[in-house]
């Protein structure tokens, strides 16, 4: 099995959590995307460049529940689908 360093959550030049959980990183895409959505909204009237870059679909892979099977393939094409 691969070992991974532990994941520390910032938002901005704030570190939010040390210690990253895989449940914790399954709700990663979810939650940026509804951050960027959030943005959106709130600076909708202005020119602004938003850009996401969100950490998955790359190695370890998670996924929500929400989207856990429901591609019918792999856990990458359910990530795949969730990010899109």
């Known amino acids: 099995m691969i070992e991974f360093l532990a994941l520390s959550?910032?938002?901005g030049t704030k570190v939010i959590d040390?210690?990253?959980s895989s449940e914790q990183q399954k709700?990663?895409?979810k939650?940026?995307?509804?951050k960027s959505f959030d943005f959106i909204n709130r600076n909708q009237s202005r020119p602004?460049?938003?850009y996401?870059?969100?950490p998955m679909v790359h190695v370890p892979l998670y996924v929500s529940d929400a989207s856990a099977g429901k591609s019918g393939a792999a856990l990458f094409a359910d990530m795949v689908t969730?990010?899109?």
């Open 27 to 29: 709700l990663f895409t």
């Open 52 to 54: 996401i870059a969100h």
């Open 9 to 11: 959550l910032i938002e």
């Open 18 to 20: 040390t210690s990253v």
């Open 31 to 34: 939650e940026i995307t509804e």
């Open 48 to 50: 602004f460049f938003l």
């Open 82 to 84: 969730e990010v899109d």
